[in-house]
Nanobody, 120 residues
């Protein structure tokens, strides 16, 4: 079965850093675009960052540009989100997403999420 497992969340002070990881299994990781989303209480789930399957393109929400970096290691079936200069408003549950088109069919998978809390 397909599984996306996030890790690395926790409590951090403003200005601190965290590195989130998402380990994928049960799928051909290299053909999927990988993304990180966040969802704060009472808000919609929003795209934070995305990286293509070829690692040739990344995109970021305006709110995290210059602070967050998404990367992937296809050999390890893992995508990362390096989060620097964290702010209180970054507090949310962060979800890993895999999306890809294979032979005319779309596939879309989600992890369970990991809590990131930025507080002094």
């Amino acid at each position: 079965q397909v599984q996306l497992e996030e890790s690395g969340g926790g409590l951090v002070q403003p200005g601190g850093s965290l590195r989130l990881s998402c380990a994928a299994s049960g799928l051909t990781f290299s053909i999927y675009a990988m993304s990180w989303y966040c969802q704060a209480p009472g808000k919609e789930r929003e795209l934070v960052a995305r990286i293509t399957k070829a690692d040739d393109s990344t995109m970021y929400a305006d709110s995290v540009k210059g602070r967050f970096t998404i990367s992937r290691d296809n050999a390890k079936n893992t995508v990362f989100l390096q989060m620097n200069s964290l702010k209180a408003e970054d507090t949310a549950v962060y979800y890993c997403n895999a999306q890809g088109l294979r032979r005319g069919q779309w596939f879309d998978y989600w992890g369970q999420g990991t809590q990131v809390t930025v507080s002094s």
